[in-house]
């Protein structure tokens, strides 16, 4: 793929990766205590699963850990456009250049095909001329 | 424009009935289309332009100007965008009523980066006609090369021939 669409699907991931982040954090933050009058309520049975509050305070870090990768690889991928300085006029300038050049070596590659092709044709009719000679002069037996 | 649920097909297939003998008795097709059209009730337009980003009613972050240093911008753009992150999250931890003001500031930089990338496309175009342009000057070149050769090696070998006959 080419790095220009690299950079744009680079870009779509840092917004998804953002999203799901603030999203999930949002939804799965345990409450905040809003002040000392109301004490937090009574520990749910140990019906849930102990994983829950491991995996929670784990995932803030997951997931900023992967939203700076995606924003570093971004970084990288823009330090490797292969960006010329100069800007449009020297690009046309170039261009220009190219396509002189092109017609130059076009036409030199004109003449010596027709050269080639003039050459072919002599050759082939001597090489006729010669096998005539040569089927005239053999003896039947 | 009037719509109808069935509408039965154009009547233009008349036009062409004596075409088989007379094939100028029908009209020509008509001329390709410039400037804007209507198409099903939508306005189309043949002149394909990236529109700017003030058209579309969104402020523009990097500096206007001709030659936009496009490496520098995207990563200062990238940087902003971490850093408004964070804004959000702070703002989420302690006044969560004012989201609505960061999200619009993220998203803003969001548009900003894709139109700086759309606007790359142009200058990609012309450096792939560059490097279509020299592959085939290339081409051609080799190409001379390849017939020279092989005509001094004709002309070789049919002096040869007139060597080997002159001294038969």
């Given at each position: 793929?080419?790095?220009?669409?690299?950079?744009?699907?680079?870009?779509?991931?840092?917004?998804?990766?953002?999203?799901?982040?603030?999203?999930?954090?949002?939804?799965?933050?345990?409450?905040?205590?809003?002040?000392?009058?109301?004490?937090?309520?009574?520990?749910?049975?140990?019906?849930?699963?102990?994983?829950?509050?491991?995996?929670?305070?784990?995932?803030?870090?997951?997931?900023?850990?992967?939203?700076?990768?995606?924003?570093?690889?971004?970084?990288?991928?823009?330090?490797?456009?292969?960006?010329?300085?100069?800007?449009?006029?020297?690009?046309l300038?170039?261009?220009?250049?190219?396509?002189?050049?092109?017609?130059?070596?076009?036409?030199?590659?004109?003449?010596?095909?027709?050269?080639?092709?003039?050459?072919?044709?002599?050759?082939?009719?001597l090489?006729?001329?010669?096998?005539?000679?040569?089927?005239?002069?053999?003896?039947?037996? | 424009?009037?719509?109808?649920?069935?509408?039965?097909?154009?009547?233009?297939?008349?036009?062409?009935?004596?075409?088989?003998?007379?094939?100028?008795?029908a009209?020509?097709?008509?001329?390709?289309?410039?400037?804007?059209?209507?198409?099903?009730?939508?306005?189309?337009?043949?002149?394909?332009?990236?529109?700017?980003?003030?058209?579309?009613?969104?402020?523009?972050?990097?500096?206007?100007?001709?030659?936009?240093?496009?490496?520098?911008?995207?990563?200062?753009?990238?940087?902003?965008?971490?850093?408004?992150?964070?804004?959000?999250?702070?703002?989420?931890?302690?006044?969560?009523?004012?989201?609505?003001?960061?999200?619009?500031?993220?998203?803003?930089?969001?548009?900003?980066?894709?139109?700086?990338?759309?606007?790359?496309?142009?200058h990609?175009?012309?450096?792939?006609?560059?490097?279509?342009?020299e592959?085939?000057?290339q081409?051609?070149?080799?190409a001379?090369?390849?017939?020279?050769?092989?005509?001094?090696?004709?002309?070789?070998?049919?002096?040869?021939a007139?060597?080997?006959?002159?001294?038969?």
């Amino acid at each position: 793929m080419d790095i220009i669409s690299q950079l744009q699907d680079q870009v779509n991931t840092i917004a998804s990766t953002a999203f799901n982040t603030f999203g999930t954090l949002q939804r799965d933050a345990p409450p905040v205590r809003l002040s000392q009058n109301y004490p937090d309520p009574p520990p749910p049975p140990p019906t849930n699963p102990p994983e829950d509050a491991s995996n929670f305070s784990e995932q803030p870090k997951i997931m900023s850990a992967a939203l700076v990768k995606a924003a570093k690889q971004f970084d990288a991928l823009v330090a490797a456009l292969p960006i010329a300085e100069g800007g449009e006029e020297a690009q046309l300038k170039r261009i220009a250049e190219l396509q002189a050049e092109n017609d130059a070596v076009g036409q030199e590659l004109q003449r010596q095909l027709e050269a080639a092709e003039k050459e072919l044709k002599q050759v082939q009719e001597l090489f006729s001329q010669a096998t005539d000679n040569c089927l005239n002069l053999k003896k039947p037996d | 424009m009037s719509t109808a649920t069935y509408p039965p097909p154009p009547p233009y297939y008349r036009l062409y009935k004596d075409y088989l003998q007379d094939p100028d008795s029908a009209p020509e097709p008509p001329p390709p289309i410039e400037g804007t059209y209507v198409c099903f009730g939508g306005n189309y337009t043949t002149d394909d332009v990236l529109p700017s980003l003030e058209e579309q009613g969104v402020r523009q972050l990097y500096p206007k100007g001709p030659n936009v240093d496009f490496k520098k911008e995207l990563k200062s753009l990238n940087r902003e965008l971490q850093l408004h992150l964070l804004e959000l999250a702070d703002v989420l931890v302690e006044r969560p009523s004012q989201y609505a003001r960061r999200v619009e500031e993220i998203s803003l930089i969001f548009k900003n980066l894709h139109h700086l990338l759309n606007s790359l496309r142009p200058h990609q175009a012309r450096a792939t006609i560059i490097h279509i342009l020299e592959l085939q000057i290339q081409r051609r070149k080799q190409a001379v090369e390849d017939i020279k050769r092989r005509r001094e090696e004709a002309q070789r070998l049919l002096q040869e021939a007139i060597g080997t006959l002159e001294g038969q």
